[in-house]
Protein backbone atom coordinates (compact mmCIF):
# COMPACT_ATOMS: atom_id res chain seq x y z
CA UNK A 1 0.00 0.00 0.00
CA UNK A 2 1.46 4.01 -0.56
CA UNK A 3 2.79 5.09 2.21
CA UNK A 4 2.63 8.90 3.36
CA UNK A 5 3.99 10.29 6.25
CA UNK A 6 3.10 13.77 7.87
CA UNK A 7 4.59 16.26 10.24
CA UNK A 8 2.22 17.60 13.22
CA UNK A 9 3.19 20.90 14.15
CA UNK A 10 2.22 23.75 11.61
CA UNK A 11 1.45 20.91 9.21
CA UNK A 12 -1.71 18.66 10.36
CA UNK A 13 -2.03 20.77 13.54
CA UNK A 14 -1.95 24.70 13.38
CA UNK A 15 0.97 25.70 16.43
CA UNK A 16 1.75 28.84 14.57
CA UNK A 17 -2.21 30.03 15.65
CA UNK A 18 -1.95 28.05 19.04
CA UNK A 19 1.26 29.81 20.31
CA UNK A 20 -0.90 33.17 19.23
CA UNK A 21 -3.13 32.43 21.39
CA UNK A 22 -1.52 31.34 24.67
CA UNK A 23 0.42 34.75 24.57
CA UNK A 24 -2.76 36.82 24.00
CA UNK A 25 -3.97 35.15 26.74
CA UNK A 26 -0.91 35.08 29.20
CA UNK A 27 -0.03 38.18 27.95
CA UNK A 28 -3.48 39.77 29.55
CA UNK A 29 -3.32 37.33 32.37
CA UNK A 30 -0.27 38.98 33.27
CA UNK A 31 -1.23 42.84 32.43
CA UNK A 32 0.79 43.11 29.17
CA UNK A 33 0.36 44.95 25.97
CA UNK A 34 0.16 44.00 22.29
CA UNK A 35 3.79 44.60 22.23
CA UNK A 36 4.75 41.59 24.45
CA UNK A 37 2.45 38.58 22.50
CA UNK A 38 4.33 40.14 19.59
CA UNK A 39 7.57 39.39 21.38
CA UNK A 40 6.25 35.78 22.74
CA UNK A 41 5.29 34.73 19.35
CA UNK A 42 8.63 36.27 17.94
CA UNK A 43 10.94 34.55 20.59
CA UNK A 44 8.79 31.00 20.47
CA UNK A 45 10.60 31.33 16.80
CA UNK A 46 8.09 28.35 15.35
CA UNK A 47 8.85 26.00 17.88
CA UNK A 48 12.73 25.87 17.28
CA UNK A 49 13.26 27.62 20.97
CA UNK A 50 13.74 25.00 23.38
CA UNK A 51 11.47 25.41 26.32
CA UNK A 52 13.84 26.16 29.22
CA UNK A 53 15.51 28.91 26.54
CA UNK A 54 12.29 30.49 26.00
CA UNK A 55 10.84 30.42 29.41
CA UNK A 56 14.20 31.49 31.25
CA UNK A 57 14.06 34.49 28.84
CA UNK A 58 10.61 35.18 29.42
CA UNK A 59 11.13 34.96 32.90
CA UNK A 60 14.13 37.64 33.01
CA UNK A 61 12.47 39.82 30.39
CA UNK A 62 9.19 40.15 32.85
CA UNK A 63 10.85 39.67 36.38
CA UNK A 64 8.84 36.52 36.87
CA UNK A 65 8.77 34.51 39.94
CA UNK A 66 7.67 31.53 39.00
CA UNK A 67 10.40 28.67 38.41
CA UNK A 68 10.93 27.93 34.60
CA UNK A 69 9.88 24.16 35.05
CA UNK A 70 6.60 25.55 36.54
CA UNK A 71 5.92 28.43 33.36
CA UNK A 72 6.72 25.06 30.66
CA UNK A 73 4.27 22.83 32.60
CA UNK A 74 1.63 25.34 32.47
CA UNK A 75 2.28 26.34 28.74
CA UNK A 76 2.03 22.40 28.06
CA UNK A 77 -1.35 22.27 29.62
CA UNK A 78 -2.65 25.00 28.41
CA UNK A 79 -1.71 24.89 24.26
CA UNK A 80 -3.32 21.59 24.75
CA UNK A 81 -6.11 22.80 26.14
CA UNK A 82 -6.48 25.08 22.94
CA UNK A 83 -6.10 22.50 20.26
CA UNK A 84 -9.34 21.57 18.23
CA UNK A 85 -10.06 19.18 15.56
CA UNK A 86 -9.37 20.88 12.02
CA UNK A 87 -12.25 19.67 9.41
CA UNK A 88 -9.95 19.99 6.99
CA UNK A 89 -7.39 18.13 8.18
CA UNK A 90 -9.29 15.26 9.51
CA UNK A 91 -10.96 15.52 5.76
CA UNK A 92 -8.04 15.05 3.70
CA UNK A 93 -6.48 12.00 5.66
CA UNK A 94 -9.96 9.92 5.59
CA UNK A 95 -10.01 10.78 1.99
CA UNK A 96 -6.06 9.06 1.63
CA UNK A 97 -7.14 5.98 4.18
CA UNK A 98 -10.08 5.58 1.80
CA UNK A 99 -7.91 5.65 -1.48
CA UNK A 100 -5.85 3.13 0.27
CA UNK A 101 -2.87 5.05 1.78
CA UNK A 102 -0.97 4.34 4.61
CA UNK A 103 -0.70 7.31 7.14
CA UNK A 104 1.97 8.01 9.72
CA UNK A 105 2.76 10.95 11.60
CA UNK A 106 6.04 11.83 12.25
CA UNK A 107 6.82 14.84 14.97
CA UNK A 108 9.72 16.12 17.01
CA UNK A 109 9.07 16.91 20.51
CA UNK A 110 7.82 16.01 24.47
CA UNK A 111 5.96 12.53 23.92
CA UNK A 112 3.36 13.59 26.30
CA UNK A 113 2.67 17.08 24.65
CA UNK A 114 2.76 15.67 21.50
CA UNK A 115 0.43 12.71 21.54
CA UNK A 116 -1.85 14.87 23.88
CA UNK A 117 -2.34 17.38 20.34
CA UNK A 118 -2.71 14.45 18.31
CA UNK A 119 -5.63 12.86 20.59
CA UNK A 120 -7.19 16.45 20.69
CA UNK A 121 -7.40 17.15 17.20
CA UNK A 122 -9.16 13.54 16.45
CA UNK A 123 -5.70 12.53 14.65
CA UNK A 124 -5.05 9.42 16.18
CA UNK A 125 -8.44 8.13 14.67
CA UNK A 126 -7.15 8.21 11.33
CA UNK A 127 -3.48 7.65 11.17
CA UNK A 128 -2.27 4.14 11.00
CA UNK A 129 0.82 4.93 13.08
CA UNK A 130 2.87 8.05 15.17
CA UNK A 131 6.39 8.51 15.72
CA UNK A 132 7.30 11.05 18.45
CA UNK A 133 11.07 12.10 19.11
CA UNK A 134 10.90 12.35 22.68
CA UNK A 135 9.58 8.38 23.01
CA UNK A 136 12.47 7.33 20.73
CA UNK A 137 15.41 9.55 21.11
CA UNK A 138 15.97 10.50 17.99
CA UNK A 139 14.25 12.84 15.72
CA UNK A 140 14.02 14.07 12.17
CA UNK A 141 16.07 14.29 10.34
CA UNK A 142 17.26 10.98 11.26
CA UNK A 143 16.49 8.23 9.37
CA UNK A 144 15.72 6.10 12.35
CA UNK A 145 12.60 8.40 13.32
CA UNK A 146 11.05 7.79 9.32
CA UNK A 147 12.00 3.81 9.27
CA UNK A 148 10.32 3.36 12.98
CA UNK A 149 7.12 5.41 11.62
CA UNK A 150 6.85 3.01 8.25
CA UNK A 151 7.72 -0.18 10.00
CA UNK A 152 4.45 0.40 12.58
CA UNK A 153 2.39 1.20 9.23
CA UNK A 154 3.63 -2.32 8.43
CA UNK A 155 5.20 -0.75 5.29
CA UNK A 156 9.20 -0.14 3.87
CA UNK A 157 10.66 2.72 3.07
CA UNK A 158 11.13 1.47 -0.72
CA UNK A 159 11.59 4.90 -2.45
CA UNK A 160 7.26 5.14 -3.38
CA UNK A 161 6.93 6.81 -0.24
CA UNK A 162 6.18 10.45 0.27
CA UNK A 163 6.87 13.13 3.28
CA UNK A 164 4.35 16.34 3.91
CA UNK A 165 5.52 18.98 6.32
CA UNK A 166 6.86 22.60 6.79
CA UNK A 167 10.30 22.13 7.73
CA UNK A 168 12.98 22.06 4.83
CA UNK A 169 15.44 20.96 7.29
CA UNK A 170 13.79 18.09 9.05
CA UNK A 171 10.78 17.53 6.56
CA UNK A 172 12.02 18.32 3.30
CA UNK A 173 15.74 16.94 3.97
CA UNK A 174 15.45 14.10 6.38
CA UNK A 175 12.37 12.88 3.70
CA UNK A 176 14.78 12.78 0.76
CA UNK A 177 17.70 11.25 3.16
CA UNK A 178 15.17 8.15 2.96
CA UNK A 179 14.38 8.07 0.03
CA UNK A 180 10.71 9.60 0.51
CA UNK A 181 9.50 12.02 -2.27
CA UNK A 182 8.63 15.05 -0.68
CA UNK A 183 5.76 18.17 -0.22
CA UNK A 184 6.77 21.22 1.60
CA UNK A 185 3.89 23.79 3.11
CA UNK A 186 5.76 26.92 2.50
CA UNK A 187 3.32 29.36 4.70
CA UNK A 188 3.98 32.06 2.42
CA UNK A 189 8.03 31.46 2.49
CA UNK A 190 10.55 31.33 -0.15
CA UNK A 191 12.49 28.14 -0.46
CA UNK A 192 16.24 28.48 0.26
CA UNK A 193 17.98 27.51 -3.14
CA UNK A 194 21.09 26.53 -0.80
CA UNK A 195 18.97 23.23 0.25
CA UNK A 196 18.00 20.30 -2.02
CA UNK A 197 14.30 21.32 -3.48
CA UNK A 198 11.17 19.37 -2.90
CA UNK A 199 9.19 17.59 -5.38
CA UNK A 200 6.23 20.04 -4.85
CA UNK A 201 5.76 23.79 -2.80
CA UNK A 202 2.31 24.15 -1.65
CA UNK A 203 -0.01 26.10 0.01
CA UNK A 204 -1.99 24.39 2.06
CA UNK A 205 -3.09 20.97 3.03
CA UNK A 206 -5.62 20.51 0.85
CA UNK A 207 -3.50 20.93 -2.38
CA UNK A 208 -0.89 18.45 -1.40
CA UNK A 209 -3.49 15.80 -0.76
CA UNK A 210 -4.44 16.42 -4.44
CA UNK A 211 -0.89 15.98 -5.42
CA UNK A 212 -1.01 12.66 -3.54
CA UNK A 213 -4.16 11.27 -5.26
CA UNK A 214 -3.50 12.63 -8.70
CA UNK A 215 -0.15 10.46 -9.16
CA UNK A 216 0.91 12.13 -12.69
CA UNK A 217 1.19 15.64 -11.29
CA UNK A 218 3.64 14.96 -8.33
CA UNK A 219 7.22 15.07 -10.07
CA UNK A 220 9.80 11.89 -10.30
CA UNK A 221 11.13 9.23 -8.13
CA UNK A 222 13.54 10.52 -6.44
CA UNK A 223 16.46 8.71 -8.19
CA UNK A 224 15.70 10.09 -11.15
CA UNK A 225 14.44 13.73 -10.10
CA UNK A 226 16.51 16.89 -11.13
CA UNK A 227 16.77 18.54 -7.81
CA UNK A 228 14.61 21.28 -9.27
CA UNK A 229 11.36 22.55 -7.87
CA UNK A 230 8.54 21.92 -9.75
CA UNK A 231 6.57 25.04 -10.96
Not at 46 to 65: I, K, S
Request: hydrophobic letters at 45%; aromatic letters at 6%.
Amino acid sequence: MPLVIFDLDDTLVDRAGLVRRWATEWAADHALGADEVAWLVDADCGGYTPREAFFTAVRERLGLDEPVPTLIEACRERMVALVEPDPGALRALVLLRRAGWRIAIVTNGDTALQRAKIRRSGLDAVVDAIAVSGELGVGKPDPRIFEVAARRCGERLDGTGWMVGDSPQWDVVGGRGVGLRTIWLRHGRSWDDGLPAPDAAVDSLDEAVRILTGGESAGAPPSDRSGRMPP
